[in-house]
């Protein structure tokens, strides 16, 4: 009797110890698993509705966009190290968010019934500085297809749909602009 109570208490401690570590560091990526022809497979555009407000219009966007470099930052208004990236991408925009489709989405639900209203995302948006496009994605498409273990995440795609470069976690505007920057070469060397 004892044998077995002891098994079971060192699985449970497992188990605990398990979602511990997937809680503060993200579902492990599976992008090793992948072999080599699914990651040269471009992405069929989603198409993401935008929100009115500040550096973003109410319609719609396509992620990716083809035929351009789109860079999407991954958040939820929930997120502690979302806000704190919030500066970062703001100086990543000012310094390369012309030569890309930059925009920030969020799969909370937005709405009259949803998690947050509009008028809520809006004023976080404000109140952190964004200046930018800013979508959601309520059914989490996007989410599921780029989340890289975390918010926020960060995902440079190259014109064709092909993401060049993505993590999960606070970047510097350094390190999102490098990103960037992988995408818009490998652009530089499909022409």
Known sequence: MRRRDVLAGLGSAGVVAGAGAIAVYGLPSTENLLDDESADEPDDPLEIETIDAPGSEAGTIEVPDLGRVTFVDLFGTWCAPCIEQMPALATANERIGDEVTFCSVTNESVGESGSITEAEL?????????????????????????????????????ASGRVQWADSGVKSADEIVSGIEQALEADAGDE
């Open 122 to 158: 809006v004023e976080w948006w404000d109140e952190h500085d964004g200046d930018w496009t800013v979508g959601h994605d309520p059914a989490a498409e996007l989410t599921a297809r780029y989340l890289e273990g975390g918010f926020p995440t960060a995902v440079a795609i190259d």
